[in-house]
């Protein structure tokens, strides 16, 4: 296990380096200038421009501005065109709200997605399993950017809840406790939104692996012996389909993040998706690379995770 | 045993018809799919021989602006007085060029990569593959929209962008077909017979792998209409004046509480549309991998 962690992380670092020269590119060659006051703005002497260059290396040739790019994001002197701070610092602020969000999304989408999903399988080729797999899609086809303004405008000036931002504002809360709960209610309806793709798609893995599942012979023993459906179903059943489940989770997390970006800008939730809107909108390039680099890092790291937890779950899976 | 004799004397392509028809699901669906193909073909041949209905999607009149459903305009009109029946009529082309068109591209390169990888394997494969490795760590709706905020918003580079960025699935896709057929006995045989590598790829690998990449083409129509409409509502999709589903919400976010109609029916168009492709697309993945 130990060698399949170390071979996996050598993987991740050529990854890692494939993405950062993409996204690099992709924010230099496309045409427009990252000056914050305009390409043609009269005002700006020659030298001012000159010295702007030369701070974010622009007047290098592109291969050394790469690496300087690179040896700054490493050693944490990169800085962000629009505010002149470190990048890794304005991102690792961003860091625990994406996480937390994420997260949550994530073990809703696992819950209710497992729910939907043996559904679906245990009620195979009946109207039942047509519903389940209607609702799925209907989860998918739903616009992420749509459903949010209806729930915000219903709730926040239909009953004047507060749901935008991670806290509620002017409240004093009496203990940690409370603003804690408080907190986990601003995550819950973004969380619960950013999940419904995930829903969708784990419920149709765990379809299509419940229904081979259910053919095996240890399911016709365990009903033989007498045992109820809900025991058949969610011990015998489900814990021998629960694997592709744990891999899907490396697989919504680049989705998750994606979706983040119009889900955080609407409930404006200060996560990294917001972060990066805000980025590309003031053409931040040093900010643009650090951030599909660290989004590309945790998305690896959450497929090893599931890598292991797959072999943990299950002991056919062998890490090689 | 009975069906075994009628199914060997049917072709496999009517076969898998023949199942899709008998689906009912599958026959709603691409039912809504025609009648949005109609209005989107039917409003562009209207304003083309200008004689737009019920009305020009661009034309301002202040004096009607914000009017809620009525009969003159059945969907009531937007912020500008502008009909909003007749913007989302158009808005519907926009959906479909874009659904149809970004799964041109990426079912072009996704088909190429995937074959390459698939066929010859070895090194090849593995330098492909781990290019793919690295694209799906891309968080796929900010690289878009990081792409066509820098190139800047027009039809073009949002179907090529969208298309450029969602053909790992097919890529994927086409290199496991291909890892299985290529060891077939039909395909060593055409190899014995000393047929080339692309006659061979076209002939006789891709035929077999057709459904499943049909199934993926057709499920990715929705996933680039629900991206354009996202980036619309960011304001990177198609630009204003031209009606699209998404700006007419985005437009529309202003007015919510004065004018739910600008949000309600556009974003059911979308969901319509997008969930139509999707039931259409898996009725036909079930009537492919049936085996009766």
């Known amino acids: 296990m130990i060698s399949f962690i170390i071979r996996r992380l050598a ?36 030298e001012v421009k000159a010295n702007f260059r030369k701070k974010f290396h622009l007047d290098r040739p592109l291969h050394e501005q790469y690496a300087l790019i690179m040896r700054d994001l490493f050693t944490g002197n990169l800085r962000s065109i629009k505010d002149d701070r470190p990048v890794i610092s304005r991102i690792l602020e961003r860091l625990p709200a994406t996480v937390a969000l994420n997260l949550t999304a994530i073990v809703i989408s696992l819950s209710f997605g497992t729910l939907l999903g043996v559904y679906a399988a245990r009620y195979n080729g009946h109207w039942q399993d047509a519903l389940g797999s209607f609702i799925a899609f209907l989860f998918i086809a739903l616009p992420g950017f749509w459903i949010t303004y209806m729930v915000v405008i219903a709730l926040v000036k239909g009953f004047g809840v507060p749901i935008l931002g991670t806290h509620s504002y002017g409240i004093e ?3 940690s406790f409370a603003s804690g709960l408080d907190t986990l209610w601003h995550l819950l309806l973004p969380a619960t939104i950013l999940a419904l ?16 599942s259910l053919r095996e012979d240890y399911i016709r023993t365990a009903r033989s012996k007498g045992l109820s459906e809900e025991i058949v179903l969610y011990k015998h059943a489900l814990r021998n389909s629960i694997r592709p489940i744990i891999a899907g989770i490396g697989m919504v997390l680049p989705a998750l993040i994606g979706g983040a970006v119009v889900i955080e800008t609407i409930f404006a939730y200060p996560g990294m998706g917001r ?11 040093p900010t643009l690379v650090a951030l599909n680099f660290v989004v590309a890092a945790l998305v690896l790291l959450g497929n090893l995770i599931s890598d292991l937890l797959s072999a943990a779950v299950d002991p056919r899976v062998r890490l090689e | 045993m009975q069906g075994v004799t009628t199914s060997s004397s049917e072709s496999p392509s009517f076969r898998v018809l023949r199942r899709f028809r008998s689906n009912p699901v599958a026959i709603i669906s691409v039912m809504v799919i025609v009648f949005f193909a109609l209005i989107a073909g039917g409003s562009l041949l209207l304003s083309a021989t200008g004689h737009d209905w019920p009305c020009d999607p661009n034309l301002t009149n202040l004096e009607l602006k914000l009017l809620p459903p009525s009969p003159q305009h059945w969907l009531g009109t937007d912020n500008l007085g502008r009909d909003v029946l007749s913007r989302m009529m158009h808005g519907a082309s926009i959906s479909l060029t874009v659904g149809l068109i970004a799964v041109a591209v990426s079912l072009g390169i996704g088909m190429v990569v995937g074959a390459i990888a698939g066929y010859f394997g070895g090194i090849i494969d593995q330098i492909l593959m781990r290019a793919v490795d690295a694209l799906l760590c891309f968080p796929t709706f900010f690289l878009i929209l990081t792409v066509v905020a820098l190139l800047g918003p027009s039809l073009l580079n949002i179907v090529i962008v969208i298309g450029l960025v969602s053909w790992t699935g097919t890529a994927r896709l086409v290199r496991s077909e291909f890892l299985t057929l290529r060891e077939t006995e039909y395909v060593k045989g055409a190899r014995v017979l000393g047929q080339n590598a692309w006659h061979i ?4 690998i891709l035929p077999n792998a057709a459904a499943p990449i049909l199934v993926t083409a057709v499920l990715g129509i929705p996933d680039a209409i629900l991206q354009e409409a996202g980036l619309s509502f960011l304001g990177f999709g198609v630009q204003p004046p031209q009606a699209t589903w998404g700006n007419i919400i985005a437009d529309g976010k202003t007015y919510l509480l004065d004018a739910w109609w600008l949000n309600l029916f556009p974003g059911l168009a979308i969901l319509i549309a997008s969930l139509s492709f999707y039931l259409a697309g898996d009725a036909l993945r079930e009537a492919a991998e049936s085996r009766s």
């Open chain 1, 173 to 175: 809360f009496p203990n």
């Open chain 2, 201 to 204: 790829i076209t002939r006789h």
């Open chain 1, 11 to 46: 993987l991740s670092v050529v990854l890692l380096f494939i993405i950062s020269i993409i996204s690099f590119f992709i924010v230099t060659l496309t045409p427009g200038s990252p000056y914050p006051w305009g390409e043609l703005n009269p005002k700006i002497s020659a």
């Open chain 1, 275 to 285: 972060l990066g809107y805000e980025a590309v909108l003031e053409r931040d390039y």
């Open chain 1, 197 to 212: 793709g995930g829903i969708a798609s784990q419920s149709r893995y765990l379809r299509a692996t419940m229904i081979e």
